[in-house]
């Protein structure tokens, strides 16, 4: 079993949706989460950074994380076609830790 | 503006052909990584800088290797690149919270 399973997709949906991105892990000790969007042949960009349990907020963007089932989530609301990326969720146990990838979930917007 | 910066984006080479790719930051992060990235996998981790500590995964192949002169610069060599070589190399920096990732060098191998 992975330490982290996130589903590959392809997620496709009509602009304007709301998305939702899911990541299970299985280490308890898993502290910090974090979620990236990676657009086809550039470098993974930081979208998303939280420590506790709960929600987050930044504009069109929800990051939820309940450690207690050991599940993060990451909402888009107001899908544009520009969101169509691959979407990396990551995670680690502390600051200085090896960061753990999901493999990605790759979403496309349909305008 | 670029934070990380990697050169050069696109790299070919022959096989067995030793390559450099280089990264440099002006976050002043004291934390730097090389990832590799094939096609539809996550990044996966080669090794990392801690300061001038060096920090090499245990399946890193020993034809992978490191510099860091100093704080901004991070290089990676691959001795004699094979077929299997071929991938996107990402450079990563962090002060401990998230890490930040450059545009990625694309490793093409004849």
């Known amino acids: 079993q992975k330490e982290v399973e996130q589903d590959p997709g392809p997620l496709s949906v009509p602009e304007g949706a709301i998305v939702s991105l899911n990541c299970t892990y299985s280490?308890?000790?898993?502290?910090?989460f974090m979620w990236y969007r990676q657009y086809s042949r550039k470098g993974p960009e930081l979208l998303m950074y939280t420590y506790s349990s709960g929600n987050k907020e930044d504009g069109r963007f929800t990051a939820q994380v309940d450690k207690s089932s050991k599940y993060i989530s990451l909402f888009i609301r107001d899908s544009q076609p520009s969101d169509s990326a691959t979407y990396l969720c990551?995670?680690?146990?502390?600051?200085?830790?090896?960061?753990?990838f999901g493999t990605g979930t790759k979403l496309q917007v349909i305008p | 503006d670029a934070m990380v910066i990697q050169n050069p984006r696109y790299q070919v080479t022959q096989f067995g052909k030793p390559v450099t790719l280089s990264c440099s930051q002006t976050?002043?992060?004291?934390?730097m990584y090389w990832y590799q990235q094939k096609s539809s996998q996550a990044p996966k981790l080669l090794f990392h800088y801690y300061d001038k500590d060096f920090n090499n995964e245990a399946d890193t192949p020993d034809n992978f290797q490191s510099r860091r002169p100093n704080t901004s610069f991070c290089f990676l060599d691959i001795r004699s690149p094979g077929l299997g070589d071929a991938a996107m190399y990402l450079c990563a920096t962090s002060r401990g919270e998230s890490e930040y990732f450059g545009a990625g060098t694309r490793l093409s191998v004849l």
């Open positions: 280490n308890s000790a898993f502290q910090y």
């Open positions: 990551a995670m680690k146990i502390g600051g200085y830790q090896k960061v753990t």
């Open positions: 976050l002043n992060h004291n934390v």
